[in-house]
């Protein structure tokens, strides 16, 4: 399809319902707007993170800490996007602050030189450059060992060892892994739902009355091309625009409750937060202009714990990001990914997360699955839409102001329509085991036994502080981050016992899942997606050296012997008959 081409005729064209594949471009207008509802469902996630980092550097009511921690927060995010969909993976995927690192950061401030000093003598004698000093002190630190686990990240990648043990994974590895992603964050949907129940609910309801039921609608509207100049076309509205219909409404209605004052004025009331003008104070202290830069507050520092906690949660996040790139392949109905892909992502995570500590944003950035997960609701996988998702939010972050606007939206909004983005995500982590043999009592019992323990673990870890004593702080920090990561115990478990329980590859779901993904022939229903790099790769090509580099689109990949069967080209067909008579 042509750059800027209205699409209603080819609704549902791509596999699962894809209005706008991967590689289609919507019309700037409907570029806009499509991008708009992606980042303003990733809103909630990611700025919830400088509030609870104030809290941890000791500037609770320092407005100006938040304020630089909000804006820095979203130019990354905006910075990490547009490198990621552009260099890195390609696919529609918005990065956004982890929350994985929080746990890592609660132990270093833990302690003692760390620790908050007295508030009162604080504020009785210390100038502006003091109380600066507080928490930027404690930030140097983070700094420094979020760059420092960053880069064992991107010497992941660029390695191609994350690719290569890949190789080795079925969908009994990826099933759990994708699930979990989505079940193990209805806890983070809760939160943002008990501030109001009803306000949530609207949401939801709206978001699927939209989706499902109204989906079919398509309305007339003015519209001009080329060929046909002026002309009124017909579009699938509500199912393109789901989320940014349900925001738009729900936020009306609080606003109107707000201001006949239904909602309780009182910030130590659960619902006060479903007020729209709960956060105007933001509005006011975030400042017109904001240009991070590195090391605006000082040189980092590093410290062995500090690395070590990190490290464990950087691993934690490129696990999440592997099951989400294989899970926004299956709902953009695209090719999925090849090795030197999802090299390139991982390395292009960690780069950004070197990035996000050099300007001093306190956390690492990682794959949203709530926003893959819109993509199955709002049928749009564009690549150019979340492009300028990443450009709207870098453009929030360096004009504080705008940015300020799009934080006023009420939490059980964000909430109702995250449950039902994590519930999509789970339900796409569900249906890969549609290539195993479901009949199977090895199968069911290795996803049965992977899925409760990973809600399990973490949970009891949450409930149980300090439950694990090794005797050494830094083994316990590592094994507490990466037990307390559901889609990690999950996926580690289903990794094992797939691999040692004995069962044929078909029984496994290892035939069918390596057709699906290499085959020519089961890939020609999916849209064909270009995760090569643009412009660049026709040169590459001819530079032979390049195919040994992991990262590189020319790479050659190590055929390793799996499943009784050494992996083939494309082309190459399977003996299926033999497979299944050889045993791992």
């Known amino acids: 399809m042509r750059e800027g081409e209205d699409k209603p005729q080819e609704a549902g064209a791509h596999r699962g319902g894809i209005v706008y594949g991967v590689e289609d471009v919507p019309s700037p207008h409907l570029c806009f707007l499509f991008a708009l509802q992606q980042a303003l469902l990733c809103l909630g ?3 919830s993170i400088p509030f609870i980092l104030t809290e941890l550097l000791c500037s609770r009511d320092n407005a100006d800490a938040r304020a630089q921690l909000l804006c820095i927060t979203m130019f990354m995010c905006g910075v990490a996007t547009i490198l990621q969909t552009t260099t890195g993976i390609r696919l529609g995927i918005i990065q956004g602050g982890s929350h994985t690192f929080i746990a890592p950061i609660v132990a270093m401030m833990s302690i003692q030189k760390f620790r908050c000093p007295d508030v009162s003598a604080l504020k009785e004698n210390a100038t502006t450059t003091d109380r600066d000093e507080v928490w930027q002190f404690r930030l140097r630190e983070i700094q420094g060992n979020l760059m420092l686990a960053s880069v064992t990240q991107v010497v992941l990648g660029c390695t191609g060892l994350m690719g290569f043990f890949l190789q080795f994974i079925g969908p009994l590895t990826i099933a759990p892994t994708i699930s979990l992603i989505g079940l193990s964050l209805t806890a983070v949907a809760a939160d943002f739902n008990k501030i109001h129940w009803g306000i949530s609910m609207l949401t939801l309801v709206v978001m699927v009355a939209c989706s499902l039921y109204l989906g079919g609608f398509q309305i ?14 017909k579009y699938p509205f509500f199912q393109l625009m789901p989320v940014l219909i349900s925001i738009i409404v729900s936020w009306v209605l609080c606003h109107v409750l707000t201001v006949t004052d239904v909602f309780p004025n009182n910030v130590t009331s659960v619902s006060y937060y479903a007020r729209s003008d709960a956060r105007l104070d933001v509005l006011d202290s975030m400042p017109w202009f904001y240009f991070p830069y590195p090391f605006q507050f000082g040189m980092p520092t590093f410290s062995a714990a500090g690395y070590v906690g990190m490290l464990a949660a950087t691993l934690s996040s490129v696990i999440e990001s592997i099951g989400d790139y294989f899970a926004c392949a299956r709902l953009s109905g695209a090719q999925p990914p090849p090795i030197h892909a999802l090299n390139r992502g991982i390395a292009t995570e960690g780069f950004s997360s070197i990035i996000s500590g050099m300007v001093g944003a306190g956390h690492a950035t990682t794959s949203y699955s709530g926003n893959i997960g819109a993509i199955g609701i709002t049928k749009v996988a564009s690549r150019r839409v979340f492009q300028v998702a990443g450009l709207i939010l870098l453009v929030c972050g360096i004009i504080g102001k705008f940015g300020a606007v799009l934080t006023l939206i009420p939490d059980p909004i964000i909430g109702g329509s995250l449950t039902v983005v994590f519930g999509m995500v789970a339900a796409v ?35 149980n502080p300090g439950a694990i004593d090794t005797g050494s702080r830094d083994l316990d920090q590592v094994l507490e981050v990466l037990l307390g990561t559901a889609m990690f115990v999950g996926g580690i478990l289903g990794f094992i016992l797939d691999n040692t329980v004995p069962g044929t590859p078909e029984e496994r ?76």
């Open 220 to 233: 007339p509207f003015p519209s001009y091309s080329r060929e046909k100049k002026c002309h009124v076309t």
């Open 509 to 584: 779901g290892l035939i069918k899942w390596r057709e699906n993904t290499y085959s020519s022939e089961s890939t020609q229903e999916l849209t064909p997606v270009q995760y090569e790099w643009p412009y660049v790769t026709k040169y590459v090509e001819k530079l032979k050296c390049c195919s040994y580099f992991p990262v590189s689109p020319t790479f050659k990949e190590i055929p390793v012997v799996c499943c009784g069967t050494r992996d083939r080209p494309p082309d190459t067909e399977v003996d299926v008959e033999t497979a299944e008579n050889t045993d791992l």
């Open 429 to 463: 982590g569900i249906s890969v085991l549609q290539f195993t043999d479901l009949g199977s009592t090895r199968n069911l019992t290795i996803v049965a036994v992977s899925i409760i323990l990973g809600l399990m673990v973490p949970q009891w870890l949450q409930s």
């Open 45 to 47: 996630s990611t700025l």
